[in-house]
């Protein structure tokens, strides 16, 4: 009689996933996400006054932000063009819209230090005759500086 040695000498089949390759390419993806989600933020770009006022403590309810940039231009947070300059019109429709369905949302002014102060108070203007009771500026606080 002859014996097979060839079963003994088989190897047996793995069943792990070897999950190394996967774990480098989730830490490449990972840095290059960290890397790139700073530079698609999309907005426009003002430079807020500094001003040493109390901070509002925040709301609890959304508010609608128009800003204004250092052209002049208004663009309004609420609507599919947001990044789209908005005439007067079309400002004062979309903050009706908003008071109508949300009388209390707050309405902010954000506008650039830059910008002719008539602008400012034409949006904020536009914004009252909209329905709007109050209308906030937005300002960051100013640089500490050490002595």
Wanted: avoid cysteine; aromatic fraction near 6%.
């Amino acid at each position: 009689m002859i014996k097979h040695k060839r079963s003994r000498n088989r190897r047996r089949l793995m069943a792990e996933i070897n999950v190394v390759p996967y774990i480098d390419v989730m830490l490449v993806l990972l840095v290059i996400f960290m890397v790139t989600a700073p530079l698609i933020t999309m907005g426009v770009k003002v430079n807020l006054p500094q001003e040493k006022t109390g901070g509002l403590a925040s709301p609890t309810i959304e508010s609608v932000v128009i800003t204004v940039d250092e052209f002049g231009d208004y663009y309004i947070d609420v609507g599919k063009d947001k990044h789209q300059p908005a005439s007067d019109q079309i400002l004062y429709d979309r903050v009706r819209v908003v008071l109508d369905y949300k009388p209390e949302t707050p309405i902010l002014v954000r506008a650039d230090h830059r910008v002719d102060y008539g602008r400012v108070v034409r949006v904020m203007a536009i914004a009252q005759k909209a329905g709007a009771p109050e209308v906030g500026l937005i300002t960051v606080p100013p640089e500490r500086r050490e002595p």
